[in-house]
């Protein structure tokens, strides 16, 4: 299994950018996706989630809600994160990962395999 996570770059505050994932090895409607980031000097944690595709729900930490969203795009393979009115305490490196499960979660152990990370980092 391997997840190919990119889209990341410098952008301004208050601009967009959009995170892909692509899997090969995996068939990913049929698992809950997460996005995660670590800081620099900080602990990584969970950003969002997008259950499987039966499952439809999503999750968003509160400091995303209402500017990052999450997608999948089945025929592709691939799940996306548009983040939109970035800040910058945005700046990290997101990684996603896939859930051993279908419902939402952002419990780390619940996630079998993760990508190598795409550093986004938000400045002026």
């Known amino acids: 299994v391997q997840l190919q996570a990119s889209g990341g770059g410098l952008v301004q505050p208050g601009g967009s950018l959009r995170l892909s994932c692509e899997a090969s090895?995996?068939?990913?409607?049929?698992?809950?996706i997460g996005w995660f980031r670590q800081a620099p000097g900080k602990e990584r944690e969970g950003v969002s989630c997008?259950?499987?595709?039966?499952?439809?729900?999503?999750y968003y930490v509160d400091s995303v809600k209402g500017r990052f969203t999450a997608s999948r795009d089945n025929a592709k393979n691939t799940v996306y994160l548009q983040m939109s009115s970035l800040k910058p305490e945005d700046t990290a490196v997101y990684y996603c990962?896939?859930?051993?499960?279908?419902?939402?979660?952002?419990?780390?152990?619940?996630?079998?395999?993760w990508g190598q990370g795409t550093l986004v980092t938000v400045s002026s």
């Open positions: 990962a896939v859930s051993r499960t279908s419902s939402t979660t952002i419990v780390d152990s619940q996630y079998n395999y």
């Open positions: 090895g995996v068939s990913l409607h049929y698992y809950a």
């Open positions: 997008i259950g499987s595709s039966d499952d439809g729900s999503n």
